[in-house]
């Protein structure tokens, strides 16, 4: 196992559409999950995409726990487990999107209200090789969504619609009520960020 180097926002290699894996069942799959799940967990991200570690293929993983999904989202939810999507691809279930925090352990320090379908079904292979397939809401749907379009090169703030809404953590403190208001009703935590969060230490 090994902690990997994240990309941050302007390689090369976040930008690039990356490759389908041709088998989701070989050893340098396993082995790169791995160390994805090990770099995950000491960034205390909930997420991550393996071209943030430098290596163009697709594959996500990510784990949503209750917890932190009732906070976003204001409604009681179950843990996602921990979860490994390779080839993943997303349709939505509804044309309505929501904004909501969201942070990138390849764009550290920074959060950004990002606009994104509140409703998808997403399927992709496991490390088995078998079809894993669910319909998601929400946090969980956000999660996801921002783990994928690292897969075509896309970072969040490339779906802000506002970019007056990207800021640094460290002046969130610093918002006026009314953007203070707004955060809340976005279910924001502290810092609303979700790859960057180490309150949450997620596996
Ligand atoms: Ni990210």
Redo the contacts with the bound molecule.
Sequence with gaps: MAILKIARMGHPVLRQTAAPVADPTGPEIRRLVRDMLETMEDAGGT?L?AP?VHVPQRVVIFFVSGRRAAAEDGVRAADVPLTVLINPEIEALTEETALGPEA????PGLVGQVPRWTRIRYRGLTLEGQVLEREAEGFHARVVQ??CD?LDGI??PQRMTDLSLLAFTSEIGRLTEEEAAMAAVAGDDEAGTF?DERAESHG
């Design positions: 997420g995409a943030q990138c352990l390849s764009l921002h783990e690292h970072v969040y790859e």
